[in-house]
């Protein structure tokens, strides 16, 4: 589990860091390759299938849901949230159905009525791209040019979440610590121990479910803080299971103040839709908040801590999704053929990136 685990693709983001105590925090987010040894349930993922050529190459991809240029269909995802109580040796805990910090209602219940799950109008310049959910106004207009023809009901959805069992993680000191935040306390816990008890609690859940794990203020650690948000897949085709795990926030933590409430969830939801299974990748890219080439399509690395300048106000609360980047954007596809000829949904990038190796 180790060796595979190393083999993780990390991406330091050049968001700035702040300084809290004696630590130095910055956002990071992580990728694992799936791990095939894990026995699942029987059930399928819905996905399909679609490529795109680049520099003679061909870039096969699989994806959530249907192939949006054969029509008009809505796929349903359910969700299962797990909350992750952790409980620190100094004796602090962060629980996330406890209500968060200075507020009147937990994050678990925020995370339910928060634009992930929850429809509202979206437009992608002045493009309206419908009343949905944001994952899935982004991605019918990633596909804009088959949704705006001759799919326009088409739609890839997270079913109502059920809210399971509060899950109590208690971490050793070796393996995890509290620092001060702007507000409650914050989490520190080793990517490694995680990894080890994630791997032997997904048994029971069947693969035509997301399982989304839900931290307060918790974030991982491999070298350094923070890491606040991954997903990954485990065991064999045709029965693979996808697992998101994410942080519910507070503001102020980073500097990037659109870090807060369900960036890192949205961030991870876009990348489990157009990756799910963690094996699409594309030409070399670099760029943004990526230091390094990479060669992944993960739609929210390249853009991780910018959102909407006025955030999205839904159910008397405005949450921070993260914008996402399109597939033209990865396919170096000019004109992009997605809403408004653009790159991201709230347009970050005005052209395909320059390849690296």
Partial sequence: ??????????????????????????????????????????????????????????????????????????????????????VFSDGTTLDPTANVCGG???????????????????TVGRIGVGNTQYVDAFQRANFWNSVSTTSTDYHVLLG???????????????????ISGPCARIGEVNIFFFQLWLRLHIGSFSPNTLPLFLTYNTFFTEGGCCILGFHTAFGKAPNQLTVAVAAYSDPGIFTATQIQDIH?????????????????????????????????????????????????????????????????WFSHTTPSTSANAQYTFLGTYTS??????
């Fill in 104 to 122: 009147t209602s937990p994050a678990t219940t925020m995370t339910v009525n928060s634009p992930v799950f929850q429809p509202t109008s979206y």
């Fill in 352 to 357: 395909p990136p320059t390849v690296c190796n």
């Fill in 1 to 86: 589990m180790r060796s595979a685990l190393r083999k993780s693709v990390l991406f330091t983001l050049a968001c700035a860091s702040l300084g809290v105590g004696q630590a130095q925090i910055r956002p990071m987010f992580a990728r694992f390759p799936a791990d095939t040894s894990v026995q699942t349930a029987s059930g399928t993922l819905p996905t399909w299938q679609g490529s795109f050529t680049y520099s003679s190459s061909t870039y096969p991809f699989t994806m959530v849901g249907t192939d949006p240029s054969l029509g008009s269909a809505t796929t349903t995802v359910p969700v299962q949230i797990i909350p992750l109580k952790f």
């Fill in 264 to 328: 890192a969830l949205s961030h991870e939801i876009g990348e489990w839709m157009d990756d799910p299974l963690i094996n699409n990748t594309v030409p070399g890219w670099s760029g943004g908040q990526v230091s390094t080439c990479s060669t992944l399509l993960e739609v929210g690395d390249p853009v991780t801590g910018v959102g909407f300048p006025n955030g999205v106000t839904l159910n008397n609360y405005t949450y921070h999704p993260e914008d996402l980047v399109f597939l033209p």
């Fill in 160 to 178: 109502t979440p059920t809210i399971g069992a509060v899950q109590t993680i208690r971490v050793p000191g070796a393996f995890g610590s509290t």
